[in-house]
């Protein structure tokens, strides 16, 4: 599927059939091919069951009632057979529904967790672009209506096209001319059932989208609920909503109506046919040709082909839905990592730190300007590097290329004498470190999330850890302490001890080599002091790359490494560099002086 698919508002809810997918799909149910064996024998038990009513009736009334000779013996036999076969057809139907959705169940099961599982391994540049919501609506809603062609269609199939040819055999076979009489009307209805079931379906899924449209308003409208009122945004939100209520509103009564106006329609046809058949039928009847039993069981099969063509429809559309979602789950799980391990990839050994870029250039994609151009590196093992320049200079990316998020497009990243292509991105990533501007914080407790990079670490470790960069101050104001439950994106912590707890998740995960993205966001002089603090225990002894954005805080870096232009333009300490009259001292001026006014101004 291209970019722009991705990106667009409208995902074709529909595809044509498409047999690769649905042979793709069988093997998801193959494993399950013995339960659904039953499945299928108990649903063709029900038809013949259900099937053989009208002839019991029509026994009832022609042997039982008889004309003037009435026979209870029969009546009370057929009477009870027919009771002993709806509570059968009961037992089957509850019998097969729990098979069913049992088996669908699982088969979900199975399909949500291969793309769960394949979806992490994935590379960043997959998920560059692709909106969250709509990589999650793969594994909700896609997984699920092939859950709904599993549970319901299929059984609808197989119910139902037995239940049709049943019927028709039967017809014939009770009196061929008078069926093929009765499906005189045929043509009519193919015509208007061909013609408005997909107007309908249409109509039902213009309804979807645009509650889907609603659900996204609502979504961005809690999540922003701080700036909708500090801008007092409520009115012009409120109009825009109303407008996505009115579509969704008028996309329901349109399906509605024509819903309502279609199987009418058809149910008004179907009379047609069966007013055909009391019209030659009753004369048959009073001619002694055919018996009253026999034009009653007729009429209830004739009553009876309407369901079937109803749900044998709707399940059409089931099953283009499906194929809409099977292209999209199979688009995900067909996507390979782009960032992988080579076959021979070997575990890195435990290392020292020594980082070389040895003319390693990059860009984001084939059809994207590079943004690296032969950047050439030598750090050595414990070194403090900062990465300076300006915003879009490429700072992050090549910490982006050191992990390994994305490989080099030319040149060699070497860590203690190894290419990066050559080891295990897992032995790689278990020694590197990264602590981001907005550290990410998961749902649950303090501890679990210290423990994120280290479950195994020893209590006394964790403990060390939290008081090395002081969250156990403010742990232990909690009542729970690190039982304490964060929330998602840990919402019960402000940004200072956020980025404390970051700092204790990275320091338990003990890594050779860590990078930081500095935080730009401010918090007060004390949690400042304490999130320095924090950092200087977690920098030592490490190869450490931070990004810095303030240059007061780098003044004490072993290297400094301005980037500009994708290309390092000077590096040096922090003395060096301000010898030179170059870019470093521009920017350390320029900010220095900012500071300085600000300091006045405040001072004044
Ligand atoms: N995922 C991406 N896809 C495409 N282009 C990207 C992507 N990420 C960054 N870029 C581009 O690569 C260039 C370098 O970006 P990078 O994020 O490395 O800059 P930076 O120096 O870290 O900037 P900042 O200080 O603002 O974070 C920019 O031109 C940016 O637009």
Known sequence: MSQVEWDSGDELEEKPFNREYMKRLFKYVLPYRRVLTVVVVIVLLNMAISLAEPLLIRAIIDKGIGLGNPNFHVIHWIGFTLLAMRLAGWLFGYWHTRLINFTGQRILFDLRQQLFNHLQTLSFRFFDGRPAGKIMSRITNDTNAIGELINGGLITIVMEVTHLVGIVAILLWMDWKLALLSFITMPLLYFIVGKMQPKIEGSWSRSRKTMSAINGNVNETIQGIRVIQAFSRQRVNNERFQTLNTNNKAAFMRAITLESTVWPAVEMIGMIGTCIVLWFGAREVMNDQLTLGFIMAFINYLWRFWGPLSALSKVYSQVLSAMASAERIFEVLDTDPEVKDQSNAK??????????????????????????????????????????????????????????????????????????????????????????????????????????????????????????????????????????????????????????????????????????????????????????????????????????????????????????????????????????????????????????????????
């Open 347 to 604: 575990p890195l050994k435990k290392i020292q730190g020594e980082v070389v870029f040895d003319n390693v250039s990059f860009r984001y994609g084939e059809d994207k300007p590079e943004v690296l151009h032969g950047v050439n590196l030598t750090i050595k093992p414990g070194q403090r590097v900062a990465l300076v320049g300006p915003t879009g200079a490429g700072k992050s990316t090549i910490v982006n290329l050191l992990m390994r998020f994305y490989d080099a497009t030319g040149g060699r990243i070497i860590i203690d004498g190894q290419d990066v292509k050559d080891v295990t991105l897992e032995s790689l990533r278990r020694q590197m470190g990264i602590v981001l501007q907005d550290s990410f914080i998961f749902s649950g407790t303090i501890e679990e999330n210290l423990r994120y990079g280290n479950e195994d670490a020893s209590d006394e470790e964790l403990k060390r850890a939290a008081t090395s960069v002081r969250i156990d101050k403010f742990v232990s104001q909690f009542a729970e302490g690190y039982e304490t439950q964060v929330e998602e994106r840990g919402s019960k912590l402000s940004v200072g001890q956020r980025q404390l707890l970051a700092f204790g998740r990275v320091l338990l995960s003990d890594p050779r080599i860590l990078i930081l993205d500095e935080a730009t966001s401010s918090v007060d002089t004390e949690t400042e002091q304490h999130i320095q603090s924090a950092l200087q225990t977690v920098l030592e002894g490490r190869t450490a790359f931070i990004i810095a954005h303030r240059l007061s805080t780098i003044r004490d870096a072993d290297l400094i490494l301005v980037v500009q232009d994708g290309r390092i333009s000077e590096q040096g300490t922090h003395d060096e560099l301000m010898k030179k009259d170059g870019l470093y001292r521009k920017l350390y001026m320029t900010q220095f002086e900012m500071q300085q006014s600000l300091t006045l101004q405040t001072g004044a």
